[in-house]
T-cell receptor, first 112, second 115 residues
């Protein structure tokens, strides 16, 4: 069965610093992988997705993620954090059955 | 373009009262539809999903039920709310059997507080 592990329920970075949110997955077949962002009292918004094309995926708001099969990872990065990036981020995995399994989320705090 | 509407945005209900949350999708047909609950510190929990009118799959036994009376309408209900039903409820849709799979599109959510 597939699963998703997000390392760190809270991550703090300084404004302008690198953002790195970690995600590892478990899947018996090549998965689809996603990162979603949630701002307070809002629904989830898709940041980016990996669907077996290029392993480096670029998303909205300057975020990107790299699929590494050997490490079963799909970490989310952004070169320079902005105050508006403060939110909760969810990594998710799906096999070919159209069901998505979400990680428990990482809350990103941006320090001025 | 496709849009998903979810209402109400916030709701305060007494224990024992009924519940009805509605979700509608526009601009697509035959979507897969999903209800999630997000409780504090517990992440996203899939409650129900539907692949067609009248077809409901329950993921977690609980005090809630779901119905899909029309292709693009998904309703979450309860006959008697419990305190533990409080949370943030999210509706989502996806293209049925589309390849590649593009994931879910979420509604804006309903904050339910049972008092």
């Amino acid at each position: 069965a597939q699963s998703v592990t997000q390392l760190g329920s809270h991550v703090s970075v300084s404004e302008g610093a690198l953002v790195l949110l970690r995600c590892n997955y478990s899947s018996s077949v090549p998965p689809y992988l996603f990162w979603y962002v949630q701002y307070p009292n809002q629904g989830l918004q898709l940041l980016l997705k990996y669907t077996s094309a290029a392993t480096l995926v670029k998303g909205i708001n300057g975020f990107e993620a790299e699929f590494k099969k050997s490490e079963t990872s799909f970490h989310l990065t952004k070169p320079s954090a902005h105050m508006s990036d403060a939110a909760e981020y969810f990594c998710a995995v799906s096999l070919r059955d159209d069901k998505i399994i979400f990680g428990k989320g990482t809350r990103l705090h941006i320090l001025p | 373009s496709q849009t998903i509407h979810q209402w109400p945005a916030t709701l305060v209900q007494p224990v024992g009262s009924p519940l009805s949350l509605e979700c509608t999708v526009e601009g697509t047909s035959n979507p897969n539809l999903y209800w999630y609950r997000q409780a504090a510190g517990r992440g996203l929990q899939l409650l129900f999903y539907s692949v067609g009118i009248g077809q409901i799959s329950s993921e977690v036994p609980q005090n809630l039920s779901a119905s899909r009376p029309q292709d693009r309408q998904f309703i979450l209900s309860s006959k008697k709310l419990l305190l533990s039903d409080s949370g943030f409820y999210l509706c989502a849709w996806s293209i049925r059997q589309g390849r590649p799979f593009y994931g879910y599109t979420f509604g804006s959510g309903t904050r339910l507080t049972v008092v």
